[in-house]
């Protein structure tokens, strides 16, 4: 485990690659391959790239997102469902809990492909407010949960393009 937090890597511009181990989590769980991160000026787009998923493995993500590093931990969080009923959210957070009983209305969407094994989240700063640069840290969880880079860490921050 302690390897993954000196593996993050490729940072440029607008775009990173969080790598991940492979077999780091229960078999039968989600496993993450690879994080991609393009912080386009229009819109944030962030790719799990896992190393199998289907319609069994009903389980679901979680990205995790820093937008003000004056303000300690994540402002925001996406989870969805990787099952065939693909319900997803963006929530406000504070201290790496949800707050507020509603997900703010706002530009959001999640897509899973089961033949390319990827959720591909998209969103902005319709939901994420003015930002300049940001970072995440991601889940998957199904039988357990994995986690790229690190459970509560983010990231190299990514500046917005
Ligand atoms: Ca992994
Ligand atoms: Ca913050």
Redesign the pocket.
């Known amino acids: 485990m302690a390897t993954a937090l000196g593996t993050a890597s490729s940072v440029s511009a607008d775009t990173a690659t969080l790598p991940?181990?492979?077999?780091?989590?229960s078999n039968s769980s989600i496993?993450?391959?690879e994080v991609t991160i393009n912080n386009k000026d229009r819109g944030l787009v962030v790719t799990i790239q896992t190393?199998g998923l289907s319609e069994q493995k009903a389980g679901g993500t979680q990205v995790w997102i820093d937008t003000r590093q004056a303000r300690m931990g994540p402002e925001f969080t996406m989870v969805g469902s990787t099952g065939p009923e693909t319900d997803y959210y963006l929530w406000r957070t504070k201290g790496w809990k949800i707050v507020g009983s509603f997900p703010p209305p706002c530009a959001l969407s999640m897509r899973v492909d089961y033949s390319a094994d990827t959720v591909r989240w998209r969103t902005g700063p319709d939901c994420l407010g003015d930002y300049s640069r940001i970072r995440v840290s991601t889940e998957a969880t199904f039988s357990h949960t994995?986690f790229?880079p690190a459970e509560h860490k983010f990231g190299p921050w990514v500046s917005r393009g």
């Not at 991940?20 to 989590?25: K, L, N, S, T």
């Open positions: 991940d181990a492979a077999d780091d989590v496993d993450i391959g190393l994995d790229a």
